[in-house]
């Protein structure tokens, strides 16, 4: 019995890794066509050990970018509604969605990324908690990924788009350094102290797409 449940275990497990490979085909065979981008920054991947990946949030096809951090599968935490779509529900399941609920304090959330990471695998958030249809450049962080990070010790990559993608218009990517809050490391962080930590990641990811603009304005 328990050689079976190890089996089918495995048999999700490649068809996990299959499917982010056929994933990866679209994004550069046809998704990259359609909405091309430059990558700019930190564009290395990490292939080995727990990671996390923080980005900024404008649509559901965001994911195309944050696959470019690894060779890896990748397991997104995406609000629980998906799983009432029936074509939602067979993509999350598919590619081991972590469900969680918008205001990000769903406990069985944290387990499901905890495991992950545990396992030394990657998981990717939005912090801002839901998608950006505003003017803001980047929306409150709900919180959750440094305390996520610090308790892990997981790094966090930061990915930051530039502007909302459309039709054949190209975007910019800007993929930081791996942001670590070793000094807690180890220890107990307060709420206060997991706070700071979320707003200097969320500070990081607005002075990265505000150098990039820089750059690009001094070019002309």
């Not at 990558?39 to 996390?52: E, Q, R």
């Not at 609920?101 to 905890?114: A, E, F, H, P, Y």
């Not at 440094?146 to 459309?166: D, E, F, G, H, T």
Request: charged fraction near 30%.
């Amino acid at each position: 019995m328990e050689k079976d449940v190890e089996s089918k275990k495995d048999a999700i497990d490649r068809s996990f890794v299959r499917f982010f490979k056929f994933v990866r085909w679209v994004e550069k065979f046809i998704l990259r066509v359609i909405f091309p981008y430059r990558k700019h920054g930190n564009i290395k991947k990490y292939n080995d050990g727990p990671i996390i990946i923080a980005a900024n949030h404008y649509s559901v096809l965001d994911m195309m970018y944050l696959v470019q951090v690894t060779d890896r599968p990748v397991h997104f935490i995406a609000k629980s509604s998906i799983w009432k779509v029936k074509i939602g529900k067979w993509f999350a399941d598919k590619v081991q969605c972590i469900p969680a609920n918008r205001d990000g304090s769903d406990v069985k959330t944290l387990k499901m990324s905890m495991k992950v990471l545990k396992d030394g695998g990657v998981v990717a958030i939005y912090p801002e908690g839901t998608r950006n249809h505003s003017c803001e450049e980047m929306l409150p962080f709900h919180g959750g990924v440094a305390a996520l990070s610090i308790k892990m010790q997981a790094p966090i990559i930061p990915v930051v788009q530039i502007r909302k993608m459309k039709f054949f218009r190209r975007n910019d990517v800007v993929y930081g350094d791996p942001v670590e809050f070793r000094e807690f490391y180890g220890k107990k962080a307060g709420r206060a102290d997991i706070e700071d930590c979320d707003a200097r990641l969320r500070e990081a990811m607005i002075n990265m797409r505000r150098a990039f603009l820089d750059r690009e304005n001094n070019k002309n």
